[in-house]
C-alpha cells in the first residue's frame, strides 16, 4: 500500500509562514498529481494547490500570490510554501497524492488517490 505523511502546520500569527511536506511510502511506480487540500470547521474541503509530475500548477484563488506548491518526484514529496497567513487561512490541511502505480505483492495495483491524515495550521490575529 502507500502512506502520506504530513508534517509541518502549527500555530503562527496573521503575516506569518509555514511549510508543509507530505512524503509517500510505499512501492512506489507513478504518481501523477500531487496536491494539498483544506477543511476548516464548518465548511466543506477544498482544493489549495495541485502540481503534475510535470510541474503544472494549479492554485485556489484564495491563496494565489501567496503559497507556493513545488515537488520532488525522485523523493515523492510535494511541499506547500505558506506565506503572508491570514485567520482564514486556519483548517486542517490534507495532502494528496492521485493517478498512483504502486507494487504489491500481486503485481502493480493502480488507485486514484491516497490521502494523508491531516496537519492543523492555526493562523492567529
Do not use: H
Not at 29 to 53: C, D, F, H
Not at 61 to 90: C, H, W
Not at 94 to 119: E, L
Amino acid at each position: 500500500q502507500v502512506q502520506l505523511v504530513e508534517s509541518g502546520g502549527g500555530l503562527v500569527q496573521a503575516g506569518g509562514s509555514l511549510r508543509l511536506s507530505c512524503g509517500a511510502s510505499g512501492r512506489i511506480y507513478s504518481i501523477n498529481a500531487m496536491g494539498w487540500y483544506r477543511k476548516a470547521p464548518g465548511k466543506q474541503r477544498e482544493l489549495v494547490a495541485t502540481i503534475t509530475t510535470g510541474g503544472s500548477t494549479n492554485y485556489a484563488a484564495s491563496v494565489k500570490g501567496r503559497f507556493t506548491i513545488s515537488r520532488d518526484n525522485a523523493k515523492n514529496t510535494v511541499y506547500l510554501q505558506m506565506n503572508s497567513l491570514k485567520p482564514e487561512d486556519t483548517a486542517v490541511y490534507y495532502c494528496n497524492a492521485g493517478g498512483i502505480y504502486y507494487y504489491t505483492g500481486g503485481g502493480r495495483n493502480y488507485n486514484s488517490a491516497f490521502w494523508g491524515q491531516g496537519t492543523q495550521v492555526t493562523v492567529s490575529s
